[in-house]
């Protein structure tokens, strides 16, 4: 079942949605060259405390830290530890999220570790997170979770890739609903697979995580021993981001962005829901 939030609910998952956004702020200024990724979880763990949120990665299907972090190949599920140290060069996602009164906020980016990135990682980089605004934009009354993918596969497919072939849109993973828990139906593709029909009709008081993940090279992905690490199969860098955003009567809200998607979602004519914390 498609769980349909009221608008005081609503209210409460902006509430978690601006602990996720904080958590952005810090692990991103934290994520430097000597930094090791469980020094970011430690940051991401003080964030929470002091807003009096809860974690809702920790101990999600025994998933043993706050974040996830994600370094160059791995695609999601990074698993926080002493022994990644970032260097000068690397890309980082970092997928967080926060829980307040029970309702849930989840979000993710894609940072750039010191400086001297090859063009084509800070394109990668900026095609996923581009793609992500595509579907939200088309997160809209009278829509259908298609048109959600449709509109992510189709900005992602025609960005040119620097050195030619094709981005992969990593096929096992994708966006979801969320409210009460972090993970509910409808599952969210970041591709069109005509198998699985047009999905449900989009309806104000639907909360979804979007979340596009692209690499440089396949689609493909492969667990790591620790049944957590999920990797490309070709080893090529990927990026990852993610909001999620409420539908309401006034349009979409993107729950997890500081000014509740309100500029990004100007460039594509669309005038973001009124801020219920404002």
């Known amino acids: 079942m498609v769980q349909i939030k009221s608008p005081e609910q609503i209210a409460k998952m902006r509430e978690a949605g601006l602990v996720v956004a904080a958590i952005h702020a810090a692990t991103r200024e934290a994520a430097v060259p000597g930094a090791t990724t469980r020094d970011l979880d430690q940051v991401a763990r003080k964030v929470l405390a002091d807003h009096g949120a809860k974690p809702n990665f920790l101990g999600y299907g025994g998933f043993p830290a706050t974040i996830c972090t994600s370094v160059n190949e791995v ?48 394109e ?9 605004w595509a579907g939200i934009a088309a997160m809209k009354q009278g829509n259908r979770l298609v048109d959600i993918s449709r509109a992510i596969e189709t900005y992602i497919r025609r960005q040119p890739k620097p050195g030619g072939g094709r981005y ?19 599952h969210l593709l ?5 198998r699985r029909g047009k999905g449900p ?3 104000p008081g639907l909360c979804l995580a979007i979340e596009p993940m692209v690499s440089l090279g396949t689609p493909k992905t492969e667990v790591l021993q620790d049944d957590w690490t999920v990797i490309t199969t070709d080893g090529t860098w990927s990026s990852h981001w993610e ?10 809200l993107v729950l997890t962005a500081p000014d509740g998607g309100k500029a990004k979602l100007a460039e594509y004519g669309i005038t973001a829901a009124p801020d219920p914390l404002a």
């Open 75 to 122: 695609v999601v599920h990074g698993i926080p530890s002493d022994e990644v140290v970032l260097k000068d060069g690397d890309i980082i996602s970092v997928d967080c999220g926060a829980i307040i009164d029970g309702w849930h906020g989840d979000a993710a980016y894609t940072a750039f570790v010191g400086s001297g990135h090859a063009p084509e990682l800070v």
């Open 124 to 132: 990668l980089s900026r095609v996923t997170e581009e793609s992500m």
């Open 168 to 186: 992969g849109i990593i096929e096992d993973y994708g966006g979801h609903g969320i409210g009460t828990e972090m993970h509910m139906d409808p």
């Open 190 to 194: 970041n591709y069109v697979d005509r």
């Open 201 to 203: 009709k989009l309806v």
């Open 243 to 252: 909001h999620s955003v409420a539908l309401t009567e006034d349009g979409p």
